[in-house]
């Protein structure tokens, strides 16, 4: 397990497996959600959050596929909105944290790869989906891409390169239909 801390918050993050405390994070949790834990295909992976030392007060499990060792769960602190991005698989999910709650589950498509922040969005990259939410997680826009493919933001513009196609778009209002 590792702990990434971030002003007054600590991650608790096992990329693959669940930790030897794992029971009792959970009965000291405030809010402990688990998905497909006992389902024998794929991976496990933990997130705990605490502030201010303690035990944590949110704690995430979940089993997720993990085609050819390519896709690790990420998470994203919004510390001004207290609010925690999480994604693993084809699982992404938002939380209040302030008291704990979760705000949406939604699914990234074939494969979650990245979360990423410029300024007031949250941007999301998948195998087969690039989206953004704004800090208050909102979701903004989604598109549809497909590998390879990657993206920019610079100024405000989203740079979308698809197999060597290029678009431009409003980073806050997202692509034209």
């Known amino acids: 397990m590792f702990n990434i801390a971030i002003d007054n918050y600590n991650l608790l993050c096992v990329h693959d497996g669940l930790p030897n405390l794992y029971n009792e994070y959970c009965k000291h949790a405030v809010l402990s959600e ?22 944590p007060f949110l704690v995430i499990a979940q089993r997720f596929d993990d085609a050819c060792n390519s896709f690790y769960p ?32 939604d699914q990234a498509n074939c494969g979650f790869w990245n979360w990423q922040r410029f300024g007031n969005t949250i941007v999301m990259s998948a195998e087969l989906e690039l989206a953004a939410w704004n800090i208050a997680g909102k ?33 806050e209002s997202g692509p034209k239909s």
């Not at 794929?42 to 997130?47: A, D, E, H, N, T």
């Not at 084809?90 to 939380?95: S, V």
């Not at 826009?141 to 979308?160: A, H, L, N, R």
């Open 34 to 55: 688990h998905f497909n834990i006992t389902a024998s295909e794929g991976k496990s992976c933990f997130l705990g959050v605490e502030k201010d030392g303690g035990w």
């Open 74 to 105: 990420g998470a994203l602190l919004v510390t001004e909105t207290k609010l925690l991005f999480v994604g693993a698989g084809e699982r992404i999910l938002a939380y209040k944290l302030d008291p704990p709650a979760r705000l949406w589950e």
């Open 139 to 171: 979701k903004l826009w989604t598109m549809f891409v497909e590998p390879p493919w990657d993206y920019t933001v610079i100024d405000g513009i989203v740079t979308v390169d698809v197999m060597g196609s290029k678009s431009q778009f409003n980073l």
